[in-house]
T-cell receptor, first 119, second 119 residues
Framework: AQTVTQSQPEMSVQEAETVTLSCTYDTSESDYYLFWYKQPPSRQMILVIRQEAYKQQNATENRFSVNFQKAAKSFSLKISDSQLGDAAMYFCAYRSAGAGGTSYGKLTFGQGTILTVHP | GAVVSQHPSRVICKSGTSVKIECRSLDFQATTMFWYRQFPKQSLMLMATSNEGSKATYEQGVEKDKFLINHASLTLSTLTVTSAHPEDSSFYIC???????????????FGEGSWLTVV
């Protein structure tokens, strides 16, 4: 079974500065997807960024970028120029891409990191 | 874009009664939906995979007789909490995959979530 670990229960950053959220995962699969989701106080899950494991290039979405280290099974999220609206709980998630099997299509989430942005 | 609607957003029920939560894909057909449970400041825990036209697949430790899942159509999955007790109080979230049967979609859509309070 796959596991996802976020070792930072809480992080804080000053507005306009950069913060990095850590995520490690464990899997024996070679084909999978990794995600970062943001959950604001409204509880709506919002996709921040997605990475296909077969792609070596790190995904970027505007101020959000990842550092994907497949061999180390590490998938950190960097938020640049932090804004007050970035304050939320962030979840790292894993999804198997292989067809069939009991894990097919499921998202496995990390414990989450609460990000506070100070003005 | 595609939307997954979850209803009700909040429900309060008396201990011993049953309550139904609906998860509906509004503009796409979802052969597979997932139900998660989330306690405050904690991660999302997968409860079960809802498969259209067949029985749901429950995760280990989830009581299938307590959490009844029905996926009678390609756009609707329901979660019924039977004989609810205060410890069932939680936030329940559904998600739907955009792919066709047997194939993962590129996008996972989440419902807005449902707060259940059992008094």
């Amino acid at each position: 079974a796959q596991t996802v670990t976020q070792s930072q229960p809480e992080m804080s950053v000053q507005e306009a500065e950069t913060v990095t959220l850590s995520c490690t995962y464990d899997t024996s699969e070679s084909d999978y997807y990794l995600f970062w989701y943001k959950q604001p106080p409204s509880r709506q899950m919002i996709l921040v960024i997605r990475q296909e494991a077969y792609k070596q290039q790190n995904a970027t979405e505007n101020r959000f970028s990842v550092n994907f280290q497949k061999a180390a099974k590490s998938f950190s999220l960097k938020i640049s120029d932090s804004q007050l609206g970035d304050a939320a709980m962030y979840f790292c998630a894993y999804r198997s891409a292989g067809a069939g099997g009991t894990s097919y299509g499921k998202l496995t989430f990390g414990q989450g990191t609460i990000l506070t942005v100070h003005p | 874009g595609a939307v997954v609607s979850q209803h009700p957003s909040r429900v309060i029920c008396k201990s011993g009664t049953s309550v139904k939560i609906e998860c509906r894909s509004l503009d796409f057909q979802a052969t597979t939906m997932f139900w998660y449970r989330q306690f405050p400041k904690q991660s999302l825990m997968l409860m079960a995979t809802s498969n259209e036209g067949s029985k749901a697949t429950y995760e280990q430790g989830v009581e299938k007789d307590k959490f009844l899942i029905n996926h009678a159509s390609l756009t609707l999955s329901t979660l019924t909490v039977t004989s609810a007790h205060p410890e069932d109080s939680s936030f329940y979230i559904c998600s739907a995959d955009s792919g066709r049967q047997g194939q993962l979609g590129n996008t996972i859509y989440f419902g807005e979530g449902s707060w259940l309070t059992v008094v």
